[in-house]
């Protein structure tokens, strides 16, 4: 997935980029041409950092809708010679989606491109996704026999037929094949028989009974040629580099041996796992810190602070992980002196990550240091990061008014619009100018949580577009129940005699 490149908040390029509602406003309000040219930039050039977690489709359709913009741009987009040699859902998916909404919306058009797209696109699974959505019975089985072509006969087309028809996001369209296409309907019958065959027939290396057993297991992968079957005198199955040795594989294998270790660990056993926890191999080390931090073992603090002191950025980047997941008033007043700038730590990994705890699990009397954390985090990277998230939450939890200067700068500048609804919900609770302020912008966020806060906080007095864009939002069958249910209570109650 490349990184996309963010326009200026103030400019309109950037507010349509980053979702905000005053993009939509500006939009509307600028040049029609202009508008148009940088809607197609987004919806062409997905601007987003992670489309998991933040939404743009319905936002950019709806734009497309009040600007009555013809789909050219996507069309060349969706057909040009990239689509030829790359299958990359992230090239093509945020458009597709744009064009099921606008589907929805009744816009011929985008259903007949994504009908043709389906047929013959790199992407046509989420080209058919959008229209087993909006399309109708004939329309789908129509479009039968040029999916079918995708799977050559034989043994190995028919296997890649089953798997996508198990992996189906909406299986409407074929079950509507099946009742015409032989073919479908026996892949559609045989797929869970491969699933539960593959259940059934899974293997690989479990450790040994003891303490020392499953240490030795978690490095499994770390040791080059020998493994824990050396160890544990059992063969073991051949692995590729990359299975034995991927951060993820050992990661995967650290934290199950901390599973297993609760259920082979004696007390006798603690020495060894002290000493595993200091100065032991990579996986073996994080698996016994995990267990003593898992167990709230007395000696987990010092162990953790040691190893996030270490040479080894995975040794770090466990301890620094396991540490966000502890609780309790001996972790918090640990944290405090770590996250304190009197102590000279609070700008390290360490102090960060006892900030961010503090942000989670602290009490009021925490929001100083919290407050310190997010204006320094701020300063050093800028309003991006993991972390960045963690702490704008915890701002809102504690009611840290004097964080409302640093939430509205990221509510302004983050390229993110999930966290840009993180700081408009800490905003809620800290900002006194919230409701006729920034919610205001709110209701015509990309994000559908966004839009549900706003309509419950917004102030329905003062600003003209308030009431207008409320009636606007309950009547689109394209908005969520979450939203239409915000603001049909705010319509309700101001409705006399009620």
């Known amino acids: 997935m490349f990184e996309p490149v963010i326009a200026p908040s103030a400019s309109l390029l950037g507010l349509l980029q980053r979702g905000r509602g005053d993009g939509q406003l500006h939009a509307l309000a600028a040049d029609r041409a202009e508008a148009i040219a940088a809607l197609e930039e987004c919806v062409t050039r997905d601007p987003r950092a992670d489309w998991q977690v933040e939404s743009r489709s319905l936002y950019y359709a709806r734009l497309y809708m009040e600007l009555e913009a013809s789909l050219e741009g996507i069309e060349d987009h969706l057909h040009s010679a ?105 892949a559609a019958e045989q797929s869970p028989f491969d699933l539960w065959q593959r259940q059934l027939n899974r293997g690989g290396v479990t450790p040994g009974w003891s303490t020392a057993d499953v240490l030795a297991w978690a490095d499994q992968g770390q040791l080059g040629d020998l493994g824990a079957g050396a160890f544990l005198s059992r063969p073991e199955p051949v692995r590729t580099d990359e299975d034995r040795s991927g951060p993820d594989a050992v990661d995967r294998r650290a934290a199950a041996a901390a599973r297993c270790l609760t259920a082979v660990v004696r007390p006798e056993d603690r020495p060894l796992l002290l000493e595993a926890a200091r100065d032991g191999l990579p996986g073996a080390r994080r698996a016994a810190l995990r267990y003593l931090v898992d167990q709230r073992d007395r000696a987990a603090l010092e162990l953790i602070e040691a190893a996030a002191a270490d040479v080894d950025d995975r040794i770090v980047r466990a301890a620094l992980e396991l540490l966000g997941r502890m609780r309790g008033p001996e972790v918090l007043a640990q944290a405090r002196r770590w996250a304190d700038p009197a102590s000279g730590g609070a700008d390290s990994a360490l102090g960060e990550t006892a900030v961010r705890l503090l942000a989670d699990a602290g009490e009021p009397a925490d929001a100083p240091l919290v407050v310190a954390g997010l204006r320094r985090w701020i300063s050093v990277h800028g309003v991006s990061g993991t972390g960045l998230g963690s702490l704008v939450d915890g701002a809102g939890r504690l009611a840290a008014a004097d964080a409302v200067p640093v939430l509205r700068h990221v509510y302004g500048e983050a390229a993110s619009s999930e966290l840009r609804g993180r700081a408009a919900r800490a905003l809620a609770v800290t900002d006194v100018r919230f409701p006729d302020g920034p919610a205001v912008e709110c209701l015509w966020d990309c994000e559908e949580s966004t839009r549900e806060l706003a309509a419950r906080h917004v102030a329905t007095t003062g600003d003209a577009r308030v009431l207008e864009r409320l009636r606007r939002l309950a009547a689109d069958p394209a908005e969520e129940a979450e939203v239409h249910a915000a603001v049909r209570g705010r319509l309700t109650a101001r409705e006399p005699g009620r």
Do not use: C, K, Q
Request: net charge negative.
């Open 82 to 186: 990239e689509d030829l040699v790359s299958d990359d859902e992230s090239r093509t998916g945020l458009a597709l989606s744009v064009l099921g909404h606008l589907a929805a919306y009744g816009r011929r058009d985008a259903l007949l491109m994504l009908r043709e797209y389906a047929a013959t696109g790199a992407n046509w699974a989420w080209a058919l996704d959008e229209l087993a959505l909006r399309d109708d019975d004939r329309g789908l089985l129509l479009l039968g026999t040029a999916v079918l072509d995708r799977f050559p006969p034989g043994p190995e087309g028919d296997a890649e037929l089953r798997d996508f028809i198990r992996n189906a996001y909406e299986p409407r369209p074929w079950r509507l094949w099946a009742a015409y296409h032989p073919r479908v309907a026996a």
